[in-house]
């Protein structure tokens, strides 16, 4: 079975664009969760997506936002970019319920940086 | 609050024993994961704890005290692989996770 795909893997841009990062989930995973991840601050929840509907939110400004296509294939948005959201983003599939404690299983990140 | 404290860095000579621990904020809990990620990797699953005790996983062993609000990973004959950080997360019954900003192990030779 492939793992969890991220793409693009790395991007650059300037403070004020925006940008769209994408993230296919295991064959069968339904439960798709996006984290930033910087250093020193470990990983911060964004939200999970099961079944096209957002089930779950971190605290995080509106500006980061995020769907879930039928194929389970998720994208995360970041509009109006700012330098603190450079950061690895790290998308994780697990196959109904990370948070009831199944194993989920993370992507190679796509590392942004912001200019 | 939420908070997850785990020491930020940890150094420990191959072939040693390492323990790692991780306390919580017991109000909620469900249960409490490890990962592993390796510097440039993204993190994979060590163990997931929902009862007291310990687990053990070959060299890996992890340990909660649902009370106490503490667990620890346990690494046996470190290797030079072992070198890695180490992040605890928690499962709320308000359906959250939470996790810890991580743990780096450094293994000397």
């Known amino acids: 079975k492939a793992g969890v795909t991220q793409t693009p893997r790395y991007l650059i841009k300037t403070r004020g664009q925006q940008v769209t990062l994408s993230c296919s989930p295991i064959s069968g995973h339904r439960s798709v969760s996006w984290y930033q991840q910087t250093p020193g601050q470990g990983l911060q929840f964004l939200f999970e997506?099961?079944?096209?509907?957002?089930?779950n939110k971190g605290n995080f400004p509106g500006r980061f936002s995020g769907r879930q296509f039928s194929n389970s294939r998720s994208e995360m948005n970041v509009s109006t970019l700012e330098l603190g959201d450079s950061a690895l983003y790290l998308c994780?599939?697990?196959?109904?319920?990370?948070?009831?404690?199944?194993?989920?299983?993370f992507g190679p990140g796509t590392r942004l940086l912001v200019l | 609050g939420q908070n997850i404290d785990q020491p930020t860095e940890m150094t420990a000579t191959e072939g040693a024993i390492v323990q790692i621990n991780c306390t919580y904020q017991?109000?909620?809990?469900?249960?409490l994961f490890w990962y592993q990620q390796h510097a440039g990797e993204a993190p994979t699953f060590l163990s997931y704890n929902v009862l007291d005790g310990l687990e053990e996983k070959g060299r890996f062993s992890s340990f909660l005290s649902r009370s106490k609000g503490y667990s620890y990973l346990l690494l046996k004959e470190l290797q030079m692989k072992d070198s890695a950080s180490y992040l605890c997360a928690v499962t709320k019954s308000n359906y959250q996770l939470i996790w810890g900003a991580g743990t780096k192990l450094i293994i000397k030779p």
């Open positions: 994780a599939s697990s196959l109904a319920s990370p948070l009831a404690g199944e194993t989920q299983y």
């Open positions: 017991t109000s909620g809990f469900n249960g």
């Open positions: 997506y099961f079944s096209e509907t957002q089930r």
